[in-house]
């Protein structure tokens, strides 16, 4: 067992990694309420050939083998102040207590149980199936618009051509033993963690999941994939979305490389000092917005905005352009300056806008990725050189796709 304390974020966090391979975060501050999440590296992307299995296994963990009211493990805390939920994400599927700081190892010792101690039943299964069945009749038309995007922007990835919350079809085919067979696949302990924010005492947390039953490590958890867009130039029509174009690019894999990025993006879709917000949205007057964001899953930068179909090809060499005047490093001293100060102001702030929820996300995505280093000092450090050079790496012609989305039958 190895206790290390990091300092990613405006507070130390403290983290202990046990013999099994569970970890326990906490990060402690003076405060009365208290949230206190169990994470697993379960969620719809490692479904399989069973589209909605993570999503659930979700709703009978938290639901528990009674679902009149709240798991009976649960309702003890609920009437006594905590409140919670599960969610379930392409990588992860989390559940949470948020309650008085009192209840603080009760909130971990009954996430941990109810977590690493579900038991399935057929009967309780298709109880279950019902609710997440309407769930799917709900969010059908948001679904099918995903997958028609999801199946131009990458046909070569099978699992993005399907609901990862899963359609009916596929809900009606998981039974007990699917669901009993993941949760022992993915609900070990060497997949797992417990994050606990607010007023907790760090070995506290840890006596609690060492006393914890967990089953034995299972498999070395795996890498985020390498996905990207596979196009040039394609089009979809889609009625319920406005026009827009879209362009994609190959995300950078290194941290500085995305932190430099970063620069590059602000300094193309800014709303004071955006290259290619000031032309398209103040110069133009074509667009309402311009966004530019770079995502590690999938590993894309995205620039996108909502404009006529007669001026797509107009955006989309103003995205050329204006990245071309980054990467030979033609942006104003000022700009670049403002941008800097932005982030350091934000990281001062940090204390007074992140919620614990927000924290404790934060420390998932380190989690998941292994990488503990603190990127305050390397986001202030980084020059108008570097971003060019970003600029000139990422946004490229030859490291393109287009998407065209119309809403327009007769365009």
Request: net charge negative; with cysteine; glycine share 6%.
């Amino acid at each position: 067992m190895e206790t290390k304390e990091h300092s990613f974020l405006a507070w130390p966090v403290k983290h202990t990694k046990l013999d099994n391979g569970f970890d326990v975060f906490t990060v402690p501050m003076e405060t009365t309420l208290s949230y206190v999440q169990v994470t697993f590296r379960a969620g719809g992307w490692h479904d399989g050939r069973h589209p909605g299995t993570a999503h659930f296994l979700e709703h009978l963990v938290y639901g528990g083998p009674d679902r009149e009211e709240w798991h009976p493990s649960l309702k003890p805390l609920i009437y006594r102040g905590a409140k919670g939920d599960a969610v379930t994400s392409d990588l992860t599927t989390k559940y949470h207590l948020l309650g008085p700081m009192e209840l603080n190892e009760e909130m971990a010792r009954c996430l941990l149980e109810i977590t690493f101690r579900t038991m399935f039943d057929a009967k309780r299964v298709n109880i279950e199936r019902r609710t997440i069945l309407d769930e799917c009749r709900q969010r059908r038309p948001r679904s099918d618009r995903r997958k028609r995007l999801a199946g131009k922007l990458y046909p070569h990835v099978a699992r993005w051509q399907v609901d990862l919350g899963g359609a009916p079809s596929n809900i009606e085919e998981i039974d007990a033993e699917t669901l009993s067979q993941f949760h022992a696949s993915h609900y070990v302990p060497n997949q797992a963690c417990l994050v606990a924010v607010g007023n907790v005492d760090h070995e506290a947390m840890v006596k609690v999941a060492q006393a914890a039953w967990m089953p034995a490590p299972q498999g070395e958890p795996e890498l985020l994939p390498d996905i990207v867009p596979k196009l040039h130039r394609t089009a979809v029509r889609e009625s319920s979305e406005p026009n827009s174009i879209a362009l994609f690019f190959r995300g950078p894999e290194q941290k500085m490389d995305r932190i430099q990025l970063s620069y590059a993006l602000d300094l193309l879709d800014d709303s004071e000092v955006g290259l290619l917000f000031r032309r398209l949205r103040l110069q133009d007057r074509l667009v309402y917005s311009v966004h530019a964001s770079s995502s590690e899953f999938p590993r894309t930068i995205t620039i996108e905005t909502v404009i006529p179909p007669f001026h797509f090809n107009y955006a989309e060499e103003a995205v050329f352009d204006e990245a071309g005047k980054i990467a030979r490093g033609e942006f104003p001293e000022e700009s670049f300056q403002l941008l800097r100060v932005r982030r350091i102001i934000c990281q001062k702030a940090s204390r007074e806008e992140k919620g614990k929820g927000d924290l404790a996300s934060s420390v998932i995505n380190r989690w998941y990725d292994g990488d503990y280093e603190d990127g305050r000092p390397l986001v202030n450090n980084v020059t108008r050189e570097q971003v060019a050079e970003a600029a000139a790496k990422f946004l490229r012609r030859d490291n393109y796709g287009c998407l065209h989305v119309f809403n327009d039958p007769d365009t």
